[in-house]
C-alpha cells in the first residue's frame, strides 16, 4: 500500500499548488512517516492498520496549509529519546534516519 500512499500524496500536494521541491519534501516526509508507523508503531503486525489523513486549511493570508497526519495502533514514543543519526557513532548506521528527515523536510512535526 506504500505505493498508493505515494501516489495520493502525489496527487494531494499537486492539488495544493506546491512546487516540485514540495512535493518531494511532503513525500519523504509521508513515506518515512508510513514505515515507521508500520515497522516501529504496528511492529510489523498485518492486523494493525495505518491511517493517513491529508487536510488542507485557508490561512489567514489565503496560503494553502496543508496538514499530513499519520497515525498507527502503537503504545507511542517519546521522539527525543531517539538517536541522532548526526552524532559520529551513528553515522554509518543503515537505518535511524526517518524522523530527521521528517524535520528536515517539513515546517512542523508533531
Request: net charge negative; aromatic share 4%; with cysteine.
Amino acid at each position: 500500500m506504500l505505493d498508493v500512499v505515494q501516489s495520493v500524496t502525489d496527487r494531494v500536494t499537486q492539488y495544493v499548488g506546491l512546487d516540485e521541491d514540495g512535493q518531494h519534501d511532503v513525500a519523504v516526509a509521508v513515506r518515512e512517516s508510513v514505515i515507521n508507523a508500520i515497522r516501529h508503531g504496528n511492529r510489523g503486525d498485518a492486523t494493525r492498520h495505518v491511517v493517513v489523513e491529508f487536510t488542507e486549511d485557508a490561512c489567514a493570508d489565503a496560503r494553502c496549509l496543508l496538514c499530513v497526519r499519520v497515525r498507527d495502533e502503537g503504545a507511542g514514543f517519546d521522539p527525543g529519546t531517539v538517536a541522532d543519526p548526526l552524532a559520529p557513532e551513528n553515522l554509518l548506521k543503515a537505518s535511524g534516519r526517518g524522523i530527521f528527515l521528517m524535520r528536515s523536510f517539513m515546517d512542523e512535526l508533531h
